[in-house]
């Protein structure tokens, strides 16, 4: 049955992409070349190289968190923090707010509203 899934998302430049998680995220990464693995306690986030810099316009993933506004406060002192994508309660029963990579593709951290 279904177990785990892991967002995969374009990078013009591998290497720099695995440089901002690490750096700005707390991740490590791995480089295959055109594909890497990121990771981060239990989350993974994958990337493929892609020439095309508009495709990640419309690419996102969901994170979800423990103590949201923590780690709000943690990265906003980073000045990551998307300026639409502020902490806010949304409809869908989930707190989030969103961090744009140097891809501009939008992570999205969120917790289940108590």
């Not at 943690?74 to 029963?93: E, F, N, Q, R, Y």
Request: glycine share 6%.
């Amino acid at each position: 049955m279904l177990k785990k899934a892991v967002p995969v998302l374009p990078a013009v430049n591998i290497r720099e992409t695995i440089d901002f998680y690490e750096a700005k995220l707390g991740f490590t990464g791995l480089n295959y070349g055109t594909y890497a693995i990121l990771k981060y306690k239990t989350v993974e986030i994958h990337l493929i190289m892609s020439a095309d810099k508009n495709r990640s316009h419309a690419t996102s993933c969901l994170i979800m968190v423990d103590n949201i506004e923590d780690l709000y406060l943690t990265l906003s002192g980073k000045v990551l923090i998307d300026v639409k994508g502020k902490l806010a309660d949304k409809p869908w029963g989930i707190k989030e707010f969103i961090v744009h990579d140097n891809n501009n593709n939008a992570i999205r951290f969120g917790q289940i509203k108590k």
